[in-house]
């Protein structure tokens, strides 16, 4: 039984996340603008990865609590057939 099958999708989550990060702010660095251009751009593209951010915790949290349920329930059930036995 594979208890960590939801670590993968987290960490694939961060690591996208860092690489969309990394690789926007590399292109705005080397882009041919202004620098009030570039620091604009930048903010914006921050607001966006930390919005991503936010969803990607919020999705984490929920994910997080419907595990807390179903292990409950799972703990429920094996203590009701623990004491039939």
């Known amino acids: 039984m594979n ?3 939801g670590d993968g999708a ?3 989550m961060v690591g996208l996340l860092m690489g969309v990060v990394v690789g ?3 292109g705005l660095l080397y882009a041919p603008q202004s620098g009030k251009e570039t ?3 930048i903010r914006k593209k921050a607001l966006e990865a930390k919005e991503k951010a ?3 915790i919020e999705t984490a949290k929920e994910e997080a609590m419907d595990l807390k349920e179903k292990a ?3 703990v429920k059930a094996a ?3 623990f004491k039939k036995n």
Do not use: I, M, P, V
Request: net charge positive.
């Open 3 to 5: 208890n960590n099958s």
């Open 10 to 12: 987290g960490n694939f």
């Open 24 to 26: 926007g702010a590399l």
């Open 39 to 41: 620091r604009k751009l």
């Open 54 to 56: 936010l969803k990607g």
């Open 72 to 74: 409950g329930k799972a």
């Open 79 to 81: 203590e009701r057939e």
